[in-house]
């Protein structure tokens, strides 16, 4: 199908996009959306859909606070695909049936209101069942599914994939999601796009892993819609407080703007951050009272820069090459190796200063981990050795032993480090009063973000949020629980050998 739009109807259509897209003309030419006022009008895309228009890619994860339009615009930009390229399918994927039907009802709104003869011509529709509409003589398709259906896209090839509202979906949202993303091929598109809702699950880790899995992330604040604004009572308007006159000027926030902020935090209270996002780091929050103070750990993440180097497809990330005559040490939280379970991970720390210089993370078997950790060893001065040896532990300590490692860590005769009923504690309460007393220590922002999600559980121990992970944290533990160790050591020596002196 050719249609025409020329460039005066477009820029009245949508007039501050500078330079949209051809599929843009076509969004705001062609397609009619209803307003929050109840109207039907053309879809003029808004400061959210025109800056993911500007910035996606074929792989795009958006964290966003509610009612932005960005479910309405990838509806309106699959439509367009679909109507446009012969052979397409298009697959959303809603978290509930309430939701599948309000998205069906937005795109059949778009082929409902497009000009009668093309409707009749081109794409007039055969619908197959509920939630699909079918273009035959395009040979193309439209489907709205749920993620109930864990096996919505067995059988399929999709082209264009929208998981809307990932973090709601049922059963942790895992099976479906690996069900509907394995249908696409590599020149589909896919959009995973979700608010947050807690600081674990499988939307969480998507987007903490969206370097390693090549997908851009996408951000978008909820004073991006200025609508909010207009919802103020006016009134008498309080003084800022630092922090919304740092907010205020960061994001060029207007009074009215600061208002509705602070009416949604005093009628939501704790749930303002998740609903009404202001950054991708506080919105995800974890459930139960976090063990690291969350001021210093959101302060660090502000502040902290990126690796000098990446290794290893991004498993190795270093922040400080080692320096000649510097000890180190190297913590490390060992795993069985499988894709599905806990990662492993080795923090280094210079030994003097506790500052953290590199990190390995990743799923490795213990005969690879101790390769990694022995060749990382070398690197950094013959590092001290520090495994736990709890459970694959002793695995990893066989490989290291097999493998020469020339300083491992023991504790009297065995080798690395227990992690106990009566250590663990300890351990925790001093890497958590590290980070208040030298929180520049830490550059990983794996780490830091493992820091946010590590609570105190109903039974007065200590661990990840249910979905999270706390290898990070424990590797680092292990590196400073070790530190300590060997300067208590060192200490008694330097007291021993005085006494020796004096006597």
């Given amino acids: 199908m050719d249609v025409l739009v020329s460039r005066p109807e477009c820029e009245r259509l949508q007039p501050h996009l500078v330079s949209p897209t051809l599929r843009d003309w076509l969004i705001g030419a062609l397609l009619k959306i209803r307003t929050k006022n109840n109207q039907l009008a053309p879809l003029v895309l808004n400061a959210a859909q025109t800056e993911y228009s500007r910035a996606c890619t074929r792989r795009n994860i958006v964290l966003k606070a509610r009612q932005l339009g960005l479910t309405t615009y990838v509806a309106a930009r699959y439509f367009v695909q679909t109507i446009t390229r012969p052979g397409t399918l298009t697959v959303q994927v809603a978290h509930d049936q309430e939701a599948a039907e309000e998205i069906f009802r937005i795109v059949q709104r778009f082929w409902a209101n497009l000009p009668e003869v093309v409707r009749k011509g081109a794409l007039a529709t055969s619908r197959a069942n509920v939630r699909q509409i079918v273009f035959p003589r395009l040979d193309s398709q439209y489907r709205v599914a749920t993620a109930a259906d864990e096996n919505a896209g067995r059988g399929l090839t999709i082209h264009n994939l929208h998981c809307s509202e990932v973090a709601r979906w049922p059963r942790g949202g895992l099976q479906a999601l690996v069900s509907v993303r394995a249908a696409v091929p590599p020149g589909g598109e896919i959009v995973l796009e979700s608010t947050p809702n807690g600081a674990a699950g499988v939307f969480y880790d998507e987007w903490q892993r969206a370097d390693e899995t090549g997908y851009t992330r996408h951000f978008f604040p909820w004073w991006l819609d200025p609508g909010y604004a207009s919802l103020v009572i006016p009134g008498e308007f309080d003084p800022l407080t630092p922090e919304e006159q740092r907010l205020a000027e960061r994001w060029g926030l207007s009074n009215e703007q600061i208002a509705y902020r602070r009416m949604i935090r005093s009628t939501m209270r704790g749930l ?49 090459p080692p320096v ?37 993370h990743g799923h490795f078997s213990p005969r690879d981990l101790a390769g990694k950790v022995v060749a990382l060893a070398a690197r950094y001065n013959a590092a001290l050795v520090a495994v736990e ?55 990983s922002t794996r780490l830091l973000n493992e820091f946010r999600t590590f609570i105190r559980h109903p039974d007065g121990s200590s661990g990840a949020a249910g979905g999270a992970h706390d290898d990070c944290v424990m590797a680092m533990a292990i590196a400073f629980a070790v530190r300590e160790a060997v300067a208590g050591s060192k200490r008694e020596q330097d007291q021993m050998e005085l006494l020796s002196v004096l006597s």
């Fill in 272 to 320: 303002a951050v998740q609903e009404y996002a202001e950054d991708a780091i506080s919105c995800f929050r974890a459930s139960g009272e976090c063990v690291f103070e969350l001021e210093f750990v959101y302060r660090q993440l502000e502040s902290c820069g990126q690796p000098v180097q990446l290794e290893e497809n991004g498993c190795l990330a270093t922040w400080m």
């Fill in 324 to 360: 000649d005559g510097h000890d180190y040490i190297i913590g490390v939280d060992p795993a069985g190796g499988g894709t599905e379970g806990d990662y492993a991970c080795a923090e280094v720390i210079e030994r003097e200063t506790g500052l953290q210089c590199a990190e390995l």
């Fill in 389 to 443: 040896r709890n459970n694959h532990g002793h695995a990893v300590l066989t490989h290291l032993k097999a493998q020469n490692c020339p300083n491992i860590y023991h504790e009297g005769t065995k080798g690395g480090w227990l992690t106990s009923a009566s250590t663990r504690p300890v351990m925790i309460e001093r890497l958590a009063a590290v980070l208040v007393e030298t929180p520049q220590v830490f550059y």
